[in-house]
């Protein structure tokens, strides 16, 4: 067996032998996650319906698990790499799918929020471990670009298949059968991955410092609340109070880290411009991504009155474009140059979020089948080509922590989307005027979301409550155009970014750390 831990040799590692089974199994924890964050957007119309969640507290059961996995991925890389990827992965899993059955079974908003903030724990567990052990398992430069684009490229079949499966089980089950599937996926990791993967730590570590983890926590939760608080509600004492309680936990982190002599997060890593690069167009590209992925079920569901498993189904170009994209993404960026394709490919994404500034309820498929088709193809290329650069920037001790502050970026980018691109949706959506004869606890309603709308309008007599699933419907169009338009002027941005912080990065041809 090849050891994990490098020596200060030049000599070439020999393969694993079991390195392609070994991501396997990584891919299903890949499944896991990206099926879970899936299934949740496509089961959101049923749960609003049943649950009966505010529209604030049908954005924090969206981004609750965003906002702990976020503050926690570090901490979790860093301990990852302490005592042992595999060990944290395997753990984490079971967690997973033990939290899943609290979610499959939570009969408040209240108690689904708290659901979905302990599977942001354990979820925080799985993603930079994955990437960790890939980075320790593959040698090669150009195999390990091989194995990052399935592992990218699973990660958007997850995202296809959450929807397709999440929709026939919301079809014949209650909604809360979507969060069972993680289950089978869980047993069979942990079962195949406890003799196939091989165990990977940095060989000197130091503690584990439980007040980084604590700031990094605190820090992150904080900023993230305040921006979303500020967004929905406008800035009072309170989120004023989060905000700068927050920044100040940052503020700390930063320092302590680099006072520690075994920091949490070796902020050395951040003087890498390649690094740094990547890192950033990762977190824009999401937050412009966000809101799309978050209302695109809902406008299929509600607006264009498909049933779910047929929104599972329209959502799958996406899918196939992101797969397709990854498995090429390393050959296209060391034929041409890694600027060339991540900026390429985010400018691609920008350009497809515009044309859906021209959205109506009755826009054809087509249109939006060729949007989502370039979105899947540009992320695909961009987001496989940012996570080999952050790999290769560091050593392969310190691939923990590296995975996480890349996963940090796009779920820190997914919260931050939700809240201000929701926020977006939400405002303009809430000011639309009721139609006349509309009683006002209907209109109060239909106010709060436009699942409350369609229910709402049920008990209201025919003309009536078509009347206000319409401008409920208009009102919903609206703030999905404008959330698209903003969305895309972060991806041409971020693009433009990308290709000055990108210059002169290349991925690794040969092997040797």
Same mark, same amino acid.
């Given at each position: ?6 020596? #200060? ?40 319906? =049943? ?45 997973? %799918? ?59 079949? &997850? ?66 609340? #305040? ?6 509600? %406008? ?166 922590? #590296? ?5 940090? #970026? ?30 006002? =606890? $209907? ?21 009536? &409550? ?26 041409? $941005? ?17 092997? %040797?750390?």
């Amino acid at each position: 067996m090849t050891t994990i831990h490098g020596t #200060a040799t030049e000599t070439r590692p020999v393969p694993r032998p079991g390195r392609w089974l070994a991501l396997a199994v990584l891919v299903l924890a890949v499944l896991l996650v990206a099926v879970d964050a899936t299934v949740l957007g496509l089961a959101t119309p049923f749960l609003s319906e =049943d649950l009966r969640p505010t529209g604030t507290q049908l954005l924090w059961i969206g981004d609750i698990y965003s906002f702990v996995i976020a503050g926690l991925l570090v901490s979790m890389g860093s301990l990852g790499d302490r005592i042992g990827r595999k060990r944290l992965l395997l753990s984490g899993a079971v967690a997973f %799918g033990a939290v899943s059955v609290l979610n499959t079974y939570a009969s408040s908003p209240g108690m689904m929020i708290l659901a979905r903030a302990l599977l942001g724990v354990a979820g925080a567990t799985l993603m930079p471990a994955t990437l960790a052990l890939i980075r320790n398992i593959f040698h090669d430069p150009k195999e390990r670009s091989l194995a990052i684009g399935i592992w990218g490229a699973m990660a958007s079949a &997850g995202a296809a298949v959450g929807p397709v499966v999440g929709g026939f089980l919301l079809e014949h089950f209650w909604w809360g059968s979507v969060f069972l599937i993680n289950l089978p996926v869980m047993a069979v990791l942990v079962l195949v991955g406890v003799r196939t993967l091989p165990e990977s730590r940095d060989p000197a570590p130091g503690p584990w410092d439980m007040t980084s983890v604590l700031l990094s926590l605190v820090g992150v939760v904080g900023v993230v609340y #305040a921006v979303k608080e500020a967004a929905a509600h %406008g800035p009072g004492w309170d989120v004023l109070a989060a905000g700068a309680a927050g920044a100040l936990a940052l503020h700390r982190f930063v320092r302590r880290q680099l006072t520690l002599p075994a920091p949490l997060l070796d902020m050395r890593l951040f003087h890498h411009r390649g690094f740094s690069g990547a890192v950033l167009a990762d977190l824009l590209t999401i937050l412009g991504l966000s809101g799309l992925v978050f209302f695109l079920s809902q406008f299929l569901q509600l607006v264009q009155g498909r049933g779910p498993l047929e929104a599972g189904l329209a959502e799958l170009p996406a899918a196939v474009g992101a797969v397709t994209a990854g498995l090429i993404a390393g050959t296209v960026a060391r034929r041409y140059s890694v600027r060339a394709v991540v900026a390429g490919g985010l400018g691609a994404i920008g350009l497809a979020l515009a044309v859906l500034t021209v959205l109506s309820r009755s826009t054809g498929y087509p249109l939006l089948g060729a949007v989502l088709l370039i979105v899947g193809i540009g992320a695909g290329f961009s987001f496989t080509v940012t996570a080999d650069v952050i790999l290769s920037s560091v050593p392969k001790e310190q691939a923990g922590s #590296a995975s996480a502050v890349s996963e940090t #970026a796009y779920e820190l980018g997914a919260a931050l989307g939700i809240a201000l691109l929701g926020s977006v949706v939400t405002g303009v959506y809430r000011g639309f005027p009721a139609p006349a004869g509309v009683p006002a =606890d $209907a209109v109060s309603a239909a106010h709060e979301s436009l699942g409350g709308a369609v229910e709402a309008a049920a008990g209201l007599p025919g003309s009536s &409550g078509q009347a206000l699933v319409t401008v409920a419907q208009d009102a919903f169009v609206d703030g999905f155009r404008l959330a698209a338009g903003v969305g895309a002027a972060v991806l041409l $941005a971020t693009a433009a970014a990308a290709w000055f912080l990108l210059r002169g990065q290349k991925l690794e041809e040969s092997s %040797g750390h």
